[in-house]
């Protein structure tokens, strides 16, 4: 990080939605000036670039390594062309060739790790090649590799070298093991030799990080440093679920900071690996010796890196994929053998596909979550009638609400768009230059009068994050939407009120609100809209007085008292039977046995929070009324009805077919 702040800021961790599905805005961290980022560098800018570059290089080791190991194969057609691309392009290891990290040593040791083992079980024959151009690779296939009794000191090399970058590494021991193994089996060894070329693969590794593991030892008393590490980054307190394991796979694909690639794009990429290891599996009996071995080095390195991400997960969350990239090499291998198994054309149509692909990744990925909201000039009419204020900044000239469900987005996008999205359009227009860069606040608050609970709360930036107002332009106005999905939600389908207002960004006091003829307090109420949730559960009250018609369109379909303490609570399960743009009121009164009445507990379905207006056919809405009995007062019934919070006209209520007298329905009467 200290390299990066002489042109970077970090936004306030409040305006970053880090690892929110449900927030798929405002994900960067930092936010830079692309003057002063742009060359020619220097200081500790020039060395950031300089170490890319260097990763870069890193990465094209690996790539020369994976085409070695390819190679080794011996399978015509397109093979290596797909196996290398399956590394070359996928997202995440282009993303984590481009930074610098120390996954960037260890993937390239590791890949070249296999090939060493692989040619320490056999190798194969050397050709001379006097014009080829692969450099790195043509040279290690064309070098006449030492004799036999100095190859094992060369993997112990690249195994101590790959522990030293991580510690992981150190599990290519295992490999070579497995290598030396199989062929001790085979009878191309014997015993003597197999334990002589392993003691010297193992006394190399281990000579090589014995320093490390010394230094490491006198420093914190612990050889691997692993403890005083695991104190500051903290130890998880559950287990190891299977949805980390689901996003361990994605991010080992693509994985943009603090957020994922819409889930479209790895449909390849998901395919491309079930269908290699479906392919391998049917047909492994007619594979010959050789390549079962690679396959099966491959496949037991992949297993030790899986069973050292389960270990270090199981310690410290770590669901990045990149945590399996030493084994990059490895998977590829095993997924362009399956699909070459099945049928060697899909090598050109894999070859073909994965470059577009990264590319289609690379570029929508960044596009759908950085990408700045469009600005338009405001000569066009604008959707609103009346502009609204938030102070002396910004006013709202237009706006559109809806609530859908997009199940394209579901398909395409993610997981969280398969249940409601808010769809909020907003076009903003500057008042004047705005100092600082204030904080949108949009909201679904519950329709209940002075009720303050949420269903959603998004406080970030404007422009999805991507456009603070302090650079607002004052000649244009800005068309600003959002696609909010819904988070779960335990309550009951209600209405609620769609509200947005601006807070300052050090103080969080909202800006007042007006129109041009009178305020509109510390927010503006664009919609109310109705959430489909939860429906209450029919109770088993059986109250004999149920089911209650009312005009038609609303039903009592059940109603209980309950009469233990004080007040006595009535509760009324509603259900809605067809549209009406009524606002009915709910009427519960309790009457002495002259008839006079004691007490009211008059009031909306919900306190107001799901109007009767909102209710479409099929809506079950429990309301709970309060009914405060005189303490000298005998109730002989309680009666409940509805009427037009407007006009206070009663609904006509009937019970089977037949009008109840009043429009009230009893639903408790005293025993006689």
């Given at each position: 990080l200290p390299l990066v702040q002489p042109v970077a800021h970090e936004v306030p961790a409040q305006l970053v939605a880090c690892g929110s599905e449900y927030v798929p805005y405002n994900k960067a961290v930092w936010r830079h000036s692309p003057a002063a980022d742009a060359p020619p560098w220097s200081g500790a800018l020039r060395t950031l670039h300089g170490l890319r570059f260097f990763s870069t290089l890193l990465g094209v080791a690996t790539l020369c390594g994976a085409y070695t190991l390819a190679r080794r194969l011996h399978l015509g057609g397109l093979f290596v062309t797909m196996a290398v691309g399956a590394v070359a392009f996928n997202p995440q290891f282009l993303l984590l060739a481009a930074g610098v990290n120390n996954d960037n040593v260890v993937i390239p040791l590791a890949t070249w790790g296999l090939v060493v083992a692989y040619d320490q079980w056999r190798l194969p024959p050397a050709r001379w090649r006097p014009f080829a151009t692969w450099g790195l690779v043509v040279a290690y296939d064309q070098w006449r590799l030492p004799p036999a009794r100095w190859r094992p000191f060369l993997l112990g090399l690249v195994c101590g070298a790959s522990a030293l970058s991580k510690l992981s590494g150190l599990g290519l021991l295992g490999v070579a093991a497995l290598a030396l193994l199989l062929r001790w089996v085979?009878?191309?060894?014997?015993?003597?030799r197999t334990v002589t070329e392993g003691a010297a693969i193992c006394g190399t590794a281990v000579a090589l990080i014995?320093?490390?593991?010394?230094?490491?030892?006198?420093l914190y008393g612990d050889l691997t440093a692993l403890g005083p590490m695991l104190a500051k980054v903290g130890l998880r307190a559950t287990g190891l679920d299977w949805g980390e394991v689901r996003l361990l796979v994605l991010s080992y694909w693509g994985q943009l900071p603090c957020s994922f690639y819409p889930r479209g794009i790895y449909w390849p990429y998901l395919i491309l690996t079930v269908g290699g290891v479906v392919g391998?599996?049917?047909?492994w009996r007619r594979f010959r010796q050789p390549r079962k071995v690679l396959l099966a080095i491959c496949a037991g390195w992949l297993a030790v890196i899986s069973?050292?991400?389960?270990h270090w997960t199981s310690t410290t969350p770590a669901p990045g994929g990149r945590l399996l990239f030493p084994a990059i090499a490895a998977v590829s291998i095993l997924c362009s053998v399956g699909w070459h198994a099945a049928r060697p054309r899909w090598d050109a149509v894999w070859g073909a596909l994965l470059p577009v692909w990264a590319l289609v990744a690379l570029v929508a990925g960044p596009v759908t979550i950085y990408l700045p909201p469009p600005t338009y000039s405001p000569t066009p009419t604008p959707r609103a009638t009346q502009p609204v204020a938030f102070g002396d900044a910004v006013a709202l000239v237009g706006h559109t609400v809806a609530l859908r469900t997009d199940h394209v987005a579901c398909l395409l996008s993610s997981r969280a768009h398969c249940g409601p999205v808010l769809d909020v359009a907003l076009d903003w227009q500057a008042l004047g230059p705005i100092d600082g860069d204030l904080t949108l606040v949009i909201q679904l608050v519950s329709a209940a009068p002075g009720s303050t609970d949420l269903r959603l709360n998004y406080n970030y930036w404007p422009g999805r994050g991507n456009l603070r107002t302090s650079v607002w332009p004052?000649?244009?106005i800005i068309r600003d939407r959002y696609h909010l999905p819904l988070p779960p939600y335990d309550g009951p389908t209600q209405a609620w009120d769609v509200s947005v207002a601006f807070?300052?960004?050090?103080?969080g006091v909202r800006l007042p609100v007006r129109t041009a003829v009178t305020s509109l307090g510390e927010a503006a109420v664009l919609a109310r809209i109705r959430v489909p949730d939860n429906e209450p559960a029919a109770p088993a009250w059986a109250n004999p007085s149920t089911p209650v018609s009312f005009d038609g369109r609303l039903a009592l379909?059940?109603?209980a008292v309950i009469r233990t303490g004080s007040p006595w609570q009535v509760k009324l399960l509603w259900e809605g039977r067809a549209r009406t743009d009524q606002d009915f009121v709910t009427f519960v009164h309790a009457y002495s046995p002259r008839g006079e009445l004691i007490a009211t507990g008059d009031g909306p379905p919900m306190d107001g929070a799901f109007p009767t207006s909102d209710w479409v056919p099929g809506d079950r809405v429990l309301s709970t009324h309060s009914l405060v009995i005189p303490?000298?007062?005998i109730v002989a019934y309680v009666g409940v009805g509805m009427y037009d919070g407007n006009t206070g006209e009663r609904a006509t209520t009937s019970f089977g077919g037949r009008p109840l007298a009043d429009d009230t329905v009893v639903i408790w009467a005293r025993e006689p």
């Open positions: 085979q009878r191309r060894s014997t015993l003597r014995s320093p490390w593991l010394l230094r490491n030892l006198r391998i599996a049917l047909s069973a050292a991400w389960v004052e000649d244009r807070t300052e960004p050090h103080t379909v059940d109603a303490l000298e007062a």
